[in-house]
């Protein structure tokens, strides 16, 4: 059974701080990663999507994944109350058919 | 352009109607897919078509019947749905059918009575 899991929160940060997202998956053949961020009653927003070890940063946004850990999270820097939303951690096993596995979500509340 | 768009955006159906939801890319993707999502639940996958070809059926009940007529347009055909069935429905497409980056549609919200 492939999982993927995160903690449903919320998490609460005040604004200007960093949110930290966090998200592992159960299959060390997991090939590609991404971050969507959903508002409530709107579908999902892509984010981020990372493939290799490492960092990747777009603006306030920095994903991280580390695949001996089976670990991939989002930071977000300067957090805005635009940015309160649902985060969902979506994996790629890399089977056939492009089939992406969601975690929960984290509910991520930025207060001003 | 990013862009997926669903028609029409609510929903509202009997059981015993028929009615279809419709999705349109002009990406020139050649992957895309039905979700379906209930309140406070992540996405879960109903259909994949990959190059116009149905490659993956989750486990779906016949009520919902999907079609791809060309590369750019997929239909999900409904028919004799239940209550429970009452959702968000989402619609995505990706480049390919091999780990690309999936872009959703703003989605229709499904009212089964």
């Known amino acids: 059974q492939k999982e993927v899991e995160q903690n449903s929160g919320p998490l609460s940060v005040p604004e200007g701080a960093i949110a930290s997202l966090n998200c592992t998956y159960s299959?060390?053949?997991?090939?590609?990663f991404f971050w969507y961020r959903q508002y409530s009653g709107k579908s999902p927003e892509l984010i981020m999507s990372i493939y290799s070890n490492g960092d990747k940063e777009d603006g306030r946004f920095t994903a991280q994944l580390n695949k001996a850990s089976q670990y991939v999270s989002l930071l977000i820097r300067d957090s805005q109350p635009s940015d309160s939303a649902t985060y969902l951690c979506a994996v790629n096993w890399g089977n056939a058919g492009n089939m992406l596995t969601f975690g929960g979500g984290t509910r991520l509340m930025v207060k001003p | 352009d990013t862009e997926v768009t669903q028609t029409p955006k609510h929903l509202v159906m009997g059981m015993t109607n028929k009615k279809s939801l419709k999705c349109e890319q002009h990406?020139?993707?050649?992957?895309m897919y039905w979700y379906k999502q209930k309140a406070k639940k992540p996405p879960e996958l109903m259909f994949v078509y990959s190059y116009e070809k149905l490659s993956i059926n989750e486990s779906v009940p016949s009520r919902f019947s999907p079609e791809c007529p060309n590369s750019s347009l997929l239909n999900l055909h409904l028919h004799a749905l239940q209550p429970e069935d009452s959702a968000l429905y989402l619609c995505a497409s990706s480049p390919g059918p091999g780990g690309e980056t999936q872009y959703f549609g703003p989605g229709t919200r499904l009212l089964v009575l």
């Open positions: 990406m020139g993707h050649r992957a």
């Open positions: 299959d060390r053949g997991s090939q590609s």
